[in-house]
C-alpha cells in the first residue's frame, strides 16, 4: 500500500513512522509513505498557500491552485482509489472505514489548516471527507497520523501475531474484554482464576460476556448498531 499526504507541516508528522509498528511497516515495505510540501506548490513569489475568504468572516482558506497542482502531480505517477480530506465536519472514523481503506492500492490524505480548504477543493478534487471525532484540532496532520495507524495495522503481515488485530475492540462490534498477565498476584491483586486454570472455552466464554459486560456499560450505543 502507498499513502501519499499533503500537508503544510510535514514536521508534524513525520514521528509517529519513525517508531514502533508504523517503522517495522515501513522497514518490511508492507505501506509507503511520503510526504508532500503544499508550499512547494504554491504559485506565487510569497509561497502563498492560503487567503482571506470571499465574502468576508475570520480566519483565513486554504487555495486551491496548490492543492489541486500538488494531486495532479501525483496523479501523473499513479492512479489512486482515495483522496480524503481530514476534517471536522466529515464522516466520522470507525474500524469499519479502516478495514476498508487497509485494502486500497494508493491514496492521498490532504491534511486541512486554518478554516479549511476552498469548497471547489472538496467538490471536485476530494473523494471522502473523514473526521477522527467530534473535535477540532489545530490541523489535519494529528488526524492523518491517527488515520494512517489505525489503516496500516490491519494490513496483512504488519502485526507480529496475525489473529491479533482481529481481537481488537470494535471489530467484532464490542469493546475488547479486560487483559492481564504476570504475576497472577500483585499485592492481593488477583487475575480472575478462569483464565489460569488452562480451561480454554471456559476461557472464551469468560472472555465474550466481559466483551458484552464492558460494551454494555461503556458503549451502549454499540449494542443497538443493527450491523
Ligand atoms: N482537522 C481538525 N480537526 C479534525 C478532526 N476532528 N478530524 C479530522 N481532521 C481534523
Known amino acids: 500500500m502507498r499513502i501519499d499526504i499533503i500537508t503544510l507541516f510535514p514536521e508534524l508528522l513525520r514521528s509517529p513512522f519513525e517508531a ?6 515501513i522497514k518490511a515495505k508492507k505501506v509507503v509513505i511520503d510526504f508532500h510540501t503544499l508550499r512547494d506548490y504554491a504559485q506565487n513569489k510569497n509561497k502563498q498557500v492560503d487567503d482571506y475568504p470571499f465574502g468576508g468572516g475570520a480566519g483565513m482558506v486554504m487555495k486551491i491552485e496548490p492543492i489541486d497542482l ?34 486500497k492500492k494508493n491514496i492521498i490524505i490532504l491534511c486541512g489548516h486554518y478554516k479549511g480548504v476552498d469548497q471547489r477543493v472538496r ?39 496475525e489473529s491479533s488485530a482481529l481481537t481488537d475492540s470494535y471489530q467484532d462490534g ?36 466481559q466483551a458484552l459486560k464492558k460494551t454494555k456499560k461503556s458503549r451502549p450505543d454499540l449494542m443497538e448498531d443493527p450491523r
Not at 464490542?174 to 478462569?194: D, F, Q, S
Request: charge should be negative; glycine fraction near 6%.
Open 174 to 209: 464490542l469493546l475488547a474484554p479486560p487483559i492481564y498477565t504476570r504475576p497472577a498476584n500483585y499485592k492481593g491483586w488477583e487475575v480472575p482464576k478462569i483464565l489460569t486454570s488452562g480451561n480454554t472455552p471456559e476461557v472464551e466464554k469468560w472472555r465474550e460476556s
Open 20 to 25: 514502533s509498528i508504523l517503522k517495522r511497516a
Open 70 to 103: 500538488c494531486i495532479r502531480h501525483l496523479k501523473k505517477e499513479r492512479t489512486y482509489e482515495e483522496v480524503i480530506y481530514l476534517t471536522p465536519d466529515g464522516e466520522q472514523l470507525n474500524q469499519s472505514i479502516s478495514n476498508n481503506l487497509s485494502t
Open 123 to 161: 467538490d471536485h478534487l476530494i473523494t471522502r471527507e473523514i473526521s477522527i471525532g467530534d473535535f477540532v484540532l489545530s490541523g489535519g496532520e494529528l488526524a492523518a497520523a491517527v488515520l494512517c495507524d489505525s489503516i496500516i495495522r490491519l494490513i496483512p503481515g504488519v502485526l507480529g501475531d
